[in-house]
């Protein structure tokens, strides 16, 4: 939030801001993507309804595809973005997008076989109920900016008053010296 603070500036439309967005969440997932989740912890089979065995197979080979195929299922299937969108957010052309995306399919398919169809519309169906509740959502993030804009001003404002006040002592002292020696 603090960079987009500070790119806040650039942005001229709103799909500049989104797509900033998109990328920096993709780079910071990325960073957490090394550590594996067990399947007691794992959101997506938290979520579903009492999970079919073959939906918690999807998500295991779906958590065991390489980083950028995996990435791109979960951009296309769980944000339901499209192959220029996903492009954006994983910071590569949109060949290399749909070239994973159809890597990651076919390996999904053959290791699931007919249930690939139902288990990828339960993982995106899962997916979607991630989303926090409505009270949650920062509906723009203009608004949120600005007033953090304003504690920095205020902020700003009330040091700037401390040093005036101390400037202001500072000066009444010399005055009074001054009239004290002559």
């Known amino acids: 939030m603090q960079q987009s603070v500070r790119m806040l500036p650039n942005w001229q439309r709103t799909e500049q801001a989104d797509n900033w967005f998109l990328h920096h969440t993709v780079l910071a997932a990325r960073q957490q993507s090394s550590r594996v989740i067990s399947e007691e912890r794992d959101c997506l089979a938290q979520r579903a309804e009492s999970p079919a065995t073959e939906y918690l197979a999807f998500l295991r080979v779906l958590r065991h595809l390489p980083q950028q195929q995996r990435e791109a299922v979960v951009l296309s299937r769980g944000e339901k973005l499209d192959i220029r969108q996903?492009?954006?957010?994983?910071?590569?052309?949109?060949?290399?997008?749909?070239?994973?995306?159809?890597?990651?399919?076919?390996?999904?398919?053959?290791?699931?076989?007919?249930?690939?169809?139902?288990?990828?519309?339960?993982?995106?169906?899962?997916?979607a109920c991630l989303t926090p509740p409505e009270p949650l959502i920062v509906g723009d993030i203009g608004a949120v900016c600005r007033r953090l804009m304003r504690r920095r001003l205020l902020k700003m404002a009330v040091r700037l008053s401390g040093v005036a006040v101390l400037a202001a002592m500072a000066w009444m002292i010399w005055r009074i010296s001054r009239i004290i020696v002559y």
């Open 86 to 127: 996903i492009a954006i957010a994983m910071d590569c052309s949109t060949t290399a997008v749909a070239n994973h995306l159809i890597a990651a399919n076919k390996t999904l398919s053959s290791l699931t076989g007919d249930s690939f169809a139902p288990q990828a519309e339960t993982f995106s169906r899962v997916y």
